[in-house]
């Protein structure tokens, strides 16, 4: 069902993501930001200062390998392309678009190319695990301390404390790094309340989805576990978010106020196909096969053609590039 008069608390960032057509198809509930999470016992250690660019994050998984091979500044993910479709945003990158009643899908454009080189580079000189995401290797390199950082979102704050209990203190947060230095983040995760057109009662249910995504008791019941660390999307319920996340983990560090860096700087224009999992599931598999000489241009090339194939299947007319 859609919905009328309801968007003009939420970041409109959110809103566009919800809009087709000119009308609002749902109620954002959060949208998360990528973040940087770091050890800053390990930084201190080896003296390295905070990256605010991707050529200072090299620059800082360079002298961290040099200074204990063991180590690593972070990961590449194999199995959830979703990390790389985020960073690909925050590039400046636009793999879907409409022209008349047609899509039009570049996962190669120039941003997306500057990213791809980038982390084909970290992965070539060994800079970067190159694993899964969540796996049992991932957690054994975290606790052993064998990882110095990892490129997540808000929500990862919650999964690090509830993962790393005995790290407590020895964590921070930093707004993603970026090509200039200048806040810009892409949304990795968040979460939207829709009205099915099957509904027995719309009213009561866009009821619900308003007071579950923009009121403080919605909020409230949301994060009542004290684990989760989401980024509402409402951002006068940042404060009811920070309130219920103890950030001792973190040192007692303002992690929202590092979310609300990014969550301001989410770049507009970005467009979700109409087949995510068929795109991202067919750069997975190529994501999988990195580390046996398949490469990351290969893996968004399968991308590309897994879609335009996909949208041909369905009907759906494609533009020409």
């Given at each position: 069902?859609e919905?009328?008069g309801?968007?003009?608390?939420?970041?409109?960032q959110?809103?566009?993501?919800?809009?087709?057509?000119?009308?609002n198809?749902?109620?954002?509930?959060?949208?998360?930001?990528?973040?940087?999470?770091y050890?800053?016992?390990?930084?201190?250690q080896?003296q390295?200062?905070?990256?605010?660019?991707?050529?200072?994050l090299?620059?800082?998984?360079?002298?961290l390998?040099?200074?204990?091979?063991?180590?690593?500044?972070g990961?590449f993910?194999t199995?959830?392309?979703?990390?790389?479709?985020?960073?690909?945003?925050q590039?400046g990158a636009?793999?879907?678009?409409?022209?008349?009643?047609?899509?039009?899908?570049?996962l190669?454009?120039g941003?997306t190319?500057?990213m791809?080189?980038?982390?084909?580079?970290?992965?070539?000189d060994?800079?970067?695990?190159?694993?899964?995401?969540?796996?049992?290797?991932?957690?054994?390199?975290?606790?052993?301390?064998?990882?110095?950082?990892y490129?997540?979102?808000?929500?990862?704050?919650?999964?690090?404390?509830?993962?790393?209990?005995?790290?407590?203190?020895?964590?921070?947060?930093?707004?993603?790094?970026?090509w200039?230095?200048?806040?810009?983040?892409?949304?990795?995760?968040g979460?939207?309340?829709?009205?099915?057109?099957?509904?027995?009662?719309?009213?009561?249910d866009?009821e619900?989805?308003?007071?579950?995504?923009?009121?403080?008791?919605?909020?409230k019941?949301?994060?009542?576990?004290?684990?989760?660390s989401?980024?509402?999307a409402?951002?006068?319920l940042?404060?009811?978010?920070?309130s219920g996340?103890?950030?001792?983990?973190f040192g007692?560090q303002d992690?929202?106020a590092t979310?609300s860096?990014d969550?301001?700087?989410?770049?507009a224009?970005?467009?979700?196909g109409?087949?995510?999992?068929v795109?991202?599931?067919?750069?997975?598999d190529?994501?999988g096969?990195?580390?046996s000489?398949?490469?990351?241009t290969?893996?968004?090339?399968q991308?590309?053609?897994a879609t335009?194939a996909?949208?041909?299947?369905?009907?759906?007319k494609?533009a020409?590039?």
């Amino acid at each position: 069902a859609e919905v009328h008069g309801l968007t003009s608390n939420y970041l409109p960032q959110t809103v566009q993501l919800t809009t087709l057509g000119g009308q609002n198809w749902g109620l954002p509930l959060d949208a998360d930001p990528q973040v940087f999470f770091y050890r800053k016992d390990i930084f201190t250690q080896y003296q390295n200062p905070e990256p605010t660019t991707w050529a200072e994050l090299r620059t800082a998984a360079q002298q961290l390998k040099a200074a204990d091979p063991s180590t690593r500044l972070g990961s590449f993910f194999t199995d959830d392309p979703s990390t790389f479709d985020a960073m690909a945003w925050q590039a400046g990158a636009h793999w879907f678009g409409t022209s008349a009643d047609a899509w039009k899908v570049n996962l190669l454009d120039g941003p997306t190319q500057t990213m791809t080189a980038y982390w084909q580079s970290m992965i070539d000189d060994d800079l970067v695990r190159v694993e899964p995401y969540f796996g049992q290797q991932w957690s054994s390199e975290l606790q052993k301390g064998e990882l110095a950082g990892y490129l997540g979102a808000a929500w990862s704050a919650g999964s690090l404390k509830s993962a790393l209990s005995s790290e407590s203190g020895d964590w921070a947060a930093a707004p993603i790094p970026t090509w200039d230095g200048r806040a810009a983040t892409g949304m990795l995760g968040g979460s939207v309340f829709v009205v099915g057109k099957d509904s027995k009662n719309v009213a009561a249910d866009v009821e619900f989805s308003e007071w579950a995504t923009g009121t403080v008791a919605g909020m409230k019941a949301r994060i009542g576990s004290g684990i989760s660390s989401i980024y509402p999307a409402d951002p006068a319920l940042v404060a009811v978010a920070k309130s219920g996340f103890n950030t001792a983990f973190f040192g007692g560090q303002d992690i929202f106020a590092t979310f609300s860096t990014d969550g301001a700087a989410f770049r507009a224009g970005w467009t979700w196909g109409p087949s995510m999992d068929v795109t991202n599931t067919a750069i997975a598999d190529v994501f999988g096969k990195l580390t046996s000489g398949s490469t990351v241009t290969q893996a968004l090339q399968q991308g590309q053609t897994a879609t335009l194939a996909d949208l041909k299947n369905r009907g759906l007319k494609v533009a020409p590039r």
